[in-house]
């Protein structure tokens, strides 16, 4: 699934909507840390195009929210066209519910030649936990999508499994995060850490989708993926920052 850009001026006016203009979900500056500059993804802006491929679960479609375009990588990339307008940016999701890093790695080495992306978003540990996958399995198949996200020449971002208080409960979830720390730290990429910043969210009254009414839930993850977007946006714009 592709999404062109929209020209610029739109993009602005949609990020100008009262309903997600002021999302009162900040972020501490120590969660948004990047190890390595993103030079790629730096000159494919020079370049005037910027094509980033998004891998991950249900999160990426939508799925919850009120509707398909109020997925945090459509809200990335009105984000990214305001920050860099007469830029052309194009987000490409590859995923959907229930699917794995087996299948992240599957749809990297099925990626047509000639198209590949200057930035990767892996979102990554929440089906692995659920489903109880050896965490080593998940190692094995993220340093093998990491290896050939190299030789793209791609900037990459580990996005770690989201946070609720039903998986805390009935997963161990600390293994998994802890391998996506190792494996980002062995990549030289950063980790947008989901599972702290949802957790941040709550603690700071921001943002409950657990506690939040049943006919609000779809409002409430409409936020919530307008708070990510702004997060991974805020991490992107960082690393190509640091790249000039």
């Known amino acids: 699934m592709s999404f062109r850009a929209i020209p610029w001026l739109l993009a602005a006016l949609l990020l100008a909507l009262p309903a997600r203009a002021a999302p009162d979900c ?22 005037g195009a910027l094509r980033i491929l998004v891998l ?30 007469q830029r052309d940016i194009e987000v490409t999701v590859r995923g959907g519910r ?11 080495r099925s990626e047509p030649p000639g198209a590949a992306p200057a930035l990767v978003l892996w979102q990554a540990g929440t089906v692995e936990a659920v489903r109880g996958m050896d ?7 993220m340093m093998a999508g ?4 190299r030789l793209w020449g791609a900037d990459t971002v580990i996005i770690d499994p989201q946070f609720s208080r ?10 998994y995060r802890e391998k996506l720390r190792l494996i ?23 943002l409950d ?3 939040t009414p049943r006919r609000e839930i779809p409002a409430a993850m409409d936020r919530l993926n307008d708070c990510l977007a702004r997060a991974l946006a805020s991490l992107i714009v960082q690393g190509v920052t640091e790249a000039r």
């Open 26 to 47: 900040d972020v501490p500056a120590d969660y948004l840390s990047v190890p390595r500059p993103f030079f790629a993804t730096a000159r494919a802006l020079q370049s």
């Open 56 to 85: 991950g679960s249900g999160s990426v479609t939508g799925v919850g929210a009120s509707t398909a375009e109020a997925a945090w990588p459509i809200r990335l990339q009105l984000l990214l066209a305001a920050r860099y307008p």
């Open 98 to 108: 229930g699917i794995n890093v087996n299948d992240h790695l599957a749809l990297l």
């Open 135 to 141: 965490p080593d399995e998940m190692t094995d198949a």
């Open 146 to 149: 990491l290896e050939r996200i």
């Open 166 to 175: 039903f998986l805390r409960t009935n997963t161990n979830i600390e293994p």
């Open 184 to 206: 980002a730290a062995s990549a030289g990429a950063p980790v947008l850490r989901r599972y702290d910043l949802m957790q941040y969210w709550i603690d700071s009254g921001a």
């Open 209 to 211: 989708i657990e506690r």
